[in-house]
């Protein structure tokens, strides 16, 4: 039986669509954004997460933590992972864990009376549609119970246009206008988030287009201008506009995960923040915040 790998799931207000949500993170991202907040959700198959003030050295009977350390490369060869099921323990967690369609949409049955406020089901991730075929079928059960859907995606699956009737709002992430500088810092071009920006706006569905603000990245008046000119390209009443700021809220994860954290802690002013919005509103690009 097919599963979808989902490393969390759990409630959400407006941040991830209206109202009251319950909200789906698939496993697996085709990006690699420094400033990620869930790192530990990149890998496909899942990371192992080590919380280091609980690890139990007797959780692993092949002596790959000792003093609080844990030896990751004794864990990468570690065929039966004792720590993960007969001698389970908080420090030492996988990220992954697989559901049945037929487990969610229980679930979302079961939760419907609480989706108030125009709620309904987000999915996110990682990036979703690595998992393309079994997020289809999810959303077209989602879809056929008569709830809302929504997607949030960095837009580069070829086929994402397919999903489009199967969504009540689409959020994507354009984290920068110029291709090449995304494959420097991200290790993959987004010609594909660009072209699919573009067949959202013309199929009419209503559109979020997210833009983290990073600093050195894609922030300052220049970069402003020249997103907001790919924006105009394509903007409809349906489309609108976030930029979120770049925080740290995934740092510990990074650290968990066994991963080198490379951002320098800078941040977005709140005067520059509502400079930025103001240039976006000026050229009659609706801007959202949640």
């Not at 790192?39 to 000792?66: R, S």
């Not at 290790?187 to 997210?210: F, P, Q, Y």
């Not at 609108?240 to 951002?263: D, F, I, N």
Request: glycine content about 8%; overall charge negative.
């Amino acid at each position: 039986m097919d599963h979808i790998k989902i490393f969390s799931k759990g409630w959400n207000f407006s941040q991830d669509g209206p109202g009251n949500r319950l909200v789906y993170h698939f496993q697996g991202c085709n990006f690699f954004c420094p400033w990620c907040s869930n790192p530990e959700g990149i890998a496909l198959n899942g990371t192992l997460l080590v919380k280091t003030d609980k690890l139990v050295e007797t959780v692993c009977p092949y002596g790959a933590i000792t003093n609080k350390v844990i030896n990751r490369l004794m864990c990468d060869k570690c065929m039966d992972r004792p720590c993960l099921n007969r001698n389970r323990n908080e420090g030492v967690q996988w990220s992954a864990k697989e559901y049945t369609i037929t487990e969610i949409v229980e679930e979302i049955e079961n939760a419907r009376p609480l989706f108030y406020e125009g709620g309904g089901v987000t999915i996110t991730g990682g990036e979703p549609t690595l998992q393309f075929g079994l997020l289809k079928k999810l959303l077209q059960k989602i879809k056929s119970l008569s709830v809302h859907t929504t997607m949030e995606t960095n837009g580069t699956h070829p086929n994402l246009p397919d999903l489009f009737d199967l969504l009540d709002l689409l959020i994507v992430d354009l984290k920068h206008y110029d291709c090449d500088i995304h494959n420097e810092i991200i290790g993959r071009k987004n010609e594909n988030t660009l072209i699919n920006l573009k067949k959202a706006a013309s199929a009419g569905i209503r559109l979020w287009v997210r833009i983290p603000l990073i600093p050195g990245f894609n922030d300052g008046d220049e970069n402003m201008e020249k997103f907001i000119s790919v924006i105009k390209a394509f903007a409809t009443e349906n489309v609108s506009v976030e930029l979120p700021r770049y925080h740290e809220y995934g740092k510990v994860k990074w650290e968990q995960a066994g991963m080198e954290y490379t951002m320098d802690s800078k941040f977005i002013s709140m005067d520059d923040f509502r400079k930025y919005e103001k240039m976006f509103v000026d050229n009659n690009i609706k801007i959202i915040n949640t």
